[in-house]
């Protein structure tokens, strides 16, 4: 089968088209044949290859979500999913093939009118944006910034946060034509990147950190949370902690947040509840483009020139 694999670290143009023997499902595992592939903002971090310190090395295949239909099961597993579709996490790599590999804790079933592109689009962020709001404890009437808010985690919290009844929900974006898709999706204040001009907040989803994290602090009413939920800007620096303790008669707080440490079962509950809606069309999914699987360096090249709204997905074709 076709994979695409990371065969040197740097640029997109080192993912290739490798042919790979197709896996077999071990215990508890399940084999699916993708139709819809999701391409991640941290596929492109570890084909950078900053990562190496998290044990990824040259030779992998990135992807860890997709959706299509189960062919096969390995031990301990009821055979009955042969045949469903579903939605499936692959884990930090594994997704970019033809015949993917997961557990069955990590695979969800799709409702018959959800497109497997839309699963990809929602199914491992959307439940990042949810429990992102629920650790930041939204509530109703409060003002919420959604930091980076262009990519799959930022326009679902954009649309959960509106669904909460948050009293303002801003967003920072690069252009205004985004901040215009924004604003079709719930967004009510659209601020440059340095998110100045907008009103106080008391909650920001950050999905940027980087070197101007601490700056968020001043944007903040008394009580407000940061809850940092991706890093796409990098690390903050080193005097994140002493700003944050300057801002100590506001009572700050800034949090991460990995959905890694959600339940599965919780995990699940909210994905089937995203899922109906999204099949509902009362949450909707962005997909930037589809591309053949072995354009993979293409959705790369689309990602890094910063040109993509939303999600890309590829597809393997038949
Ligand atoms: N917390 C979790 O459990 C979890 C799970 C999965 C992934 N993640 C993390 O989430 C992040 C990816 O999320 P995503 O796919 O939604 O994001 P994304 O699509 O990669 O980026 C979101 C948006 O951020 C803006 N942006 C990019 N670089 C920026 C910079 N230097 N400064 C300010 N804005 C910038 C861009 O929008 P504009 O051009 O419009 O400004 C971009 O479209 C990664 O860090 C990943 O590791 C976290």
Known sequence: MKAIVITSFGGPEGLEVVDVPEPVPDRGQVLVAPE??????????????TLGSYG?????????????????VGADVDPSWIGRRVWAFTGTGGGYVERAVATVEEIHPLPA?????????????????????????????????????????????????????????????????????????????VLD???????????????????????????????????????????????LGSRLMASFQKSLSIATFSSATVPAADRR???????????RGELRTVIHDVLPLDQAAIAHHRMDAGEVFGRIVLTPGR
């Open 36 to 49: 819809a592939i999701g391409v991640g903002g941290v596929d492109a971090v570890i084909r950078r290859g």
């Open 269 to 279: 509950a909210v994905r089937a509840a995203q899922f109906a809606a999204a099949a």
């Open 193 to 239: 990147r340095t998110a100045r001009g907008g009103p106080g907040f008391d909650v920001v989803i950050d999905i940027v950190a980087g070197p101007a994290l601490p700056d968020l602090l001043d944007l903040l009413n008394p009580n407000g949370r940061v809850v940092v939920v991706g890093a796409v800007g990098g690390l903050p620096p080193s005097d």
């Open 56 to 72: 990824f090395t040259e030779g992998h295949v990135p992807g860890s979500e997709v959706a299509g239909v189960v062919t096969a």
């Open 113 to 189: 009118d959800l497109a497997p592109a839309d699963a990809v689009a929602l199914g491992g962020s959307g439940v990042v944006a949810h429990f992102g709001l629920a650790h930041a404890h939204l509530a109703a009437g409060e003002s919420v910034l959604v930091r980076g808010a262009s990519g799959s985690i930022g326009t679902t919290t954009v649309q959960l946060a509106a669904q909460q009844g948050a009293g303002a929900v801003a967003v920072t974006t690069s252009s205004p034509e985004r901040g215009e898709r924004l604003r079709e999706l719930g967004a009510t204040h």
